[in-house]
């Protein structure tokens, strides 16, 4: 009877665990899927467009117009009339010298004239007409025109004492003080315009093919963090220098809050060939193909994709991705085919 009830009981227990087996061996796989957080991901537009290779430049600004500004005489500086970062128009007073003697060169001269010329009415009179060679001969005589050359160098030598500027724009570099003594040729300031900035910048000589006047670029200044600004390219100096650059320069379209002297980072845009673009971060390589993942409803679709130029920002798709596609650029590396994603933002496009 005991061993008729032992066996019963084992074998009871056999039928248990084996029942515990069969539950285990049967996970609920929907539940677990269902919780399973998805990858949040941000995408992008992949958009059939113009591929631009992008070549990089670094230089300096300067002002298109920009003078020089100069004494022609010499003597004690008696008046300043402007002073550094002041606009200007052109025939503006800047500086005044001292002109005591200038001005009484001026009244010496203007009485040698008069005296001259009343000699020479005198000596006019009995002549009822004036052939060119007596005329002459009567205006040497008469010491008018040694009169008229005296006065013109007096008005000369007291213009001199006026600086004025040669052009409409401002005033910098200005280094002169009221009551200096200055000497003739000596730097009073520079002038420049400030609505028309150049950035002279230099590229690697490599990069020479693909740049053409009339290309739009955008400039970085290392002072302004965040704003860029758009420029043309106007020149290209045809020379490689002993470093193997070759110097460009840009003219800025908007000058606001820059200065002459600037160091900046310049991206030259070079227009190539039309094709899909997606960003250089939708590109994944997988078993040394490479793959872009696209976000359809939720979930990452895998597309094996061919690629061509690569500027370093965008990548061109020749193939195995339609225009308009929603492509992930982040978390992308180690999604699988049909992971769950979730999408936090979308991107505009980048070129």
């Not at 009995?126 to 160098?153: C, I, M």
């Not at 739009?216 to 020149?235: M, N, W």
Request: contains cysteine; proline residues 3%.
């Amino acid at each position: 009877m005991r061993n008729t009830i032992l066996a019963a009981l084992f074998i009871v227990t056999l039928l248990g665990c084996k029942q515990e087996k069969e539950k285990i061996e049967e996970p609920d796989v929907e539940s677990l899927r269902a919780q399973v957080k998805p990858t949040e991901v941000i995408t992008a537009k992949a958009i059939y467009s113009t591929f631009e290779f992008r070549v990089n430049a670094s230089g300096t600004m300067e002002s298109a117009k920009e003078l020089k500004v100069t004494f022609e005489g010499s003597g004690y500086l008696e008046k300043l009339f402007v002073k550094n970062g002041q606009m200007v128009k052109a025939g503006e007073p800047l500086a005044e010298l001292q002109n005591d003697n200038e001005e009484f060169a001026i009244e010496k001269a203007k009485l040698a004239y008069e005296s001259a010329k009343v000699t020479f009415q005198n000596d006019s009179i009995g002549y009822s007409t004036l052939s060119p060679a007596a005329k002459n001969n009567l205006e040497l005589k008469s010491g008018l025109r040694s009169a008229t050359v005296g006065l013109k160098e007096a008005q000369m030598n007291l213009k001199k004492t006026l600086v004025k500027a040669p052009i409409t724009g401002r005033i910098a570099e200005l280094e002169e003080k009221q009551g200096n003594i200055i000497s003739a040729g000596k730097e009073l300031c520079v002038i420049y315009t400030p609505n028309q900035l150049v950035l002279t910048a230099k590229i690697i000589e490599s990069d020479y093919g693909r740049i053409e006047i009339g290309q739009k670029a955008d400039v970085f200044p290392l002072a302004i963090k965040d704003r860029s600004f758009e420029a043309t390219l106007i020149e290209i100096n045809p020379k490689v220098d002993e470093g193997g650059m070759i110097t460009v320069k840009l003219q800025l379209n908007a000058t606001e809050g820059l200065l002459p002297g600037m160091t900046a980072n310049a991206v030259i845009r070079s227009p190539q060939s039309e094709n899909i673009l997606v960003p250089r971060e939708a590109i994944v390589m997988k078993s040394g193909k490479p793959v872009v993942f696209t976000y359809e409803d939720g979930i990452a679709k895998w597309n094996y994709v061919e690629t061509g130029l690569d500027n370093g920002v965008d990548v061109e798709i020749t193939s195995g991705l339609n225009d308009g596609s929603e492509v992930i650029i982040t978390n992308n590396i180690q999604l699988a085919h049909e992971a769950q994603v979730s999408r936090t933002s979308v991107m505009g496009a980048t070129n």
